[in-house]
């Protein structure tokens, strides 16, 4: 993902292969002034779909050929952040609980009140914007504990157990004021003054770090 990407218009991807209910969504779309855009079928829409493209997805839950949930299985293996909001008929909710367990943001049963499906995507879009950010913050992070020497990731690792620099030159073989001198760096590549802040960050992308950092404060 781009930093571009946070300045490109969010827009609703419609997936159903009922022409009438397409029709009828972007209508909506359009007439509160949302881009969208339409496709009959999962296949349609993964041919031109695009990681970087901010938005959601409003999917009906049943289609011939490849189906929603089928379609909602492959984007997760994908690893597509886009919300995804069902479109359900009164037989089919068991079918959209499942889809919540396996990441849908919700559904909504048919026939819906309009303003239902707008607070719908309001709330996804919203949500689709948080996880961009984190995102790129998760990326920035990463790029700045790239930048460390060996020997400052190593004060690291200490730094964010709590330690003080007194501890950190007993046990890695330092004088006081080198660990001083590295963990000012550390600080300053990291793009922060305070301790908290970044304990915070190696927490964000610990997940990516496997199990490097033990935190302890």
């Given at each position: 993902m781009q930093q571009?990407?946070?300045k490109q218009e969010p827009t609703v991807f419609i997936i159903d292969d009922d022409e009438a209910v397409r029709d009828s969504l972007k209508m909506l779309m359009k007439s509160v002034g949302q881009a969208v855009e339409a496709f009959s079928s999962p296949a349609?829409?993964?041919?031109?779909?695009?990681?970087?493209?901010?938005?959601?997805?409003?999917?009906d839950i049943r289609m011939p050929g490849m189906s929603g949930l089928e379609l909602q299985n492959k984007l997760n293996e994908m690893h597509c952040i886009l919300p995804?909001?069902?479109i359900t008929g009164h037989g089919d909710v068991p079918m959209a609980v499942q889809a919540i367990k396996d990441g849908a943001m919700n559904f909504i049963q048919k026939p819906f009140r309009d303003q239902e499906l707008l607070d719908l995507i309001n709330d996804a879009l919203k949500l689709d914007t948080?996880?961009?950010?984190?995102?790129l913050e998760h990326k920035e992070i990463l790029r700045r504990l790239s930048t460390l020497t060996d020997r400052e990731r190593?004060?690291?690792h200490h730094v964010?157990?709590?330690?003080?620099?007194?501890?950190?030159a007993a046990d890695i073989n330092l004088s006081q004021?080198?660990?001083?001198?590295?963990?000012?760096?550390?600080?300053e590549k990291m793009g922060t003054k305070s301790l908290a802040h970044l304990v915070r960050q190696v927490m964000q992308v610990k997940d990516h770090l496997e199990g490097e950092f033990n935190f302890k404060i």
């Open positions: 571009q990407d946070m349609e829409f993964l041919e031109s779909y695009d990681e970087n493209r901010p938005g959601c997805i409003v999917l995804i909001i069902f948080q996880q961009r950010r984190e995102l190593e004060v690291l964010v157990e709590g330690k003080a620099n007194k501890v950190i004021r080198t660990v001083e001198i590295h963990r000012s760096r550390v600080m």
